[in-house]
C-alpha cells in the first residue's frame, strides 16, 4: 500500500499557483519525498523530490514540514501543459516505488 | 535528466503469442530497473524489480513464467509476455534506477501499450 494519501482531484486557474497537498505521517527518517507526474498516456515524469529541507527547481518548489509528515509541491504559474495525476511517493534507496491513485489536476482557461 | 527508452512504443499481437519489451538507459547505467503495469484509470502496479546479472523479483500475483524479465546489460532490460491473452492488454512501464546528489531518482520510460486481440 501506498505511504501517502493524497486529494482525488484538484482544479487550478492558468496563471495562478498550484498548491498540491501529500500526508504521509508514517514517513521514517531515511525515506525521501518524491513526485511525479503523468500525463495521460505517458510514462511518469520527475518533478522534484527532497528529505526535510524545502526544495525548488526549475518545474517545482516541495515544501516539507517539520516533522516531515506532510508536504507540499507548489507549480507557481501553472499552465494547461500542468494537466496530469500527480504522486506524492515516499521511497528509501534501492526499493520499489509504490503509487497511490494520485492526484488529478486539472488546469482550467 | 536521464533518459530511458521504451521499445515498441505500441503493440498489437493475437491471442498465444509472445511479445518482447525493450527498456533502456541511455545516458547512465542502471544495475536495478523496475517494470511497473499500469490498467485505465488506475495507478502504476509494481510487477517486477530486475537486477543486472540476477533474476528478477516479482510481486505477489505476477507469474514469473508467464512475465520473462532478462537483464542482460547495465542498459537493458526486456519483458517478454509469453501466450499473451487479451487479459494482458494493458499498459506496460519500466524505470531505471539512477543516483542523484541527494538520494536517488527513478527514471520512467515512456510506456509500452500492449493490445492482445
Known amino acids: 500500500d501506498a505511504k501517502t494519501t493524497q486529494p482525488p482531484s484538484m482544479d487550478c486557474a492558468e496563471g495562478r499557483a498550484a498548491n498540491l497537498p501529500c500526508n504521509h505521517s508514517t514517513i521514517s527518517g531515511n525515506e525521501y519525498v518524491y513526485w511525479y507526474r503523468q500525463i495521460h498516456s505517458q510514462g511518469p515524469q520527475y518533478i522534484i523530490h527532497g528529505l526535510k529541507n524545502n526544495e525548488t527547481n526549475e518545474m517545482a518548489s516541495l515544501i516539507i514540514t517539520e516533522d516531515r509528515k506532510s508536504s507540499t509541491l507548489i507549480l507557481p504559474h501553472a499552465t494547461l501543459r500542468d494537466t496530469a495525476v500527480y504522486y506524492c511517493i515516499v521511497n528509501n534507496y534501492g526499493q520499489n516505488f509504490v503509487f497511490g491513485p494520485g492526484t488529478r489536476l486539472s488546469v482550467l482557461p | 535528466g536521464a533518459v530511458v527508452s521504451q521499445h515498441p512504443s505500441r503493440v498489437i499481437c493475437k491471442s498465444g503469442t509472445s511479445v518482447k519489451i525493450e527498456c533502456r538507459s541511455l545516458?547512465?547505467?542502471?544495475?536495478?530497473m523496475f517494470w511497473y503495469r499500469q490498467f485505465p484509470k488506475k495507478s502504476l502496479m509494481l510487477m517486477a524489480t530486475s537486477n543486472e546479472g540476477s533474476k528478477a523479483t516479482y510481486e505477489q500475483g505476477v507469474e514469473k513464467d508467464k512475465f520473462l524479465i532478462n537483464h542482460a546489460s547495465l542498459t537493458l532490460s526486456t519483458l517478454t509476455v509469453t501466450s499473451a491473452h487479451p487479459e494482458d492488454s494493458s499498459f506496460y512501464i519500466c524505470?531505471?534506477?539512477?543516483?542523484?546528489?541527494?538520494?536517488?531518482?527513478?527514471?520512467f520510460g515512456p510506456g509500452t501499450r500492449l493490445t492482445v486481440t
Open positions: 524505470s531505471a534506477e539512477g543516483t542523484g546528489g541527494a538520494g536517488y531518482e527513478q527514471y
Open positions: 545516458d547512465f547505467q542502471a544495475t536495478t
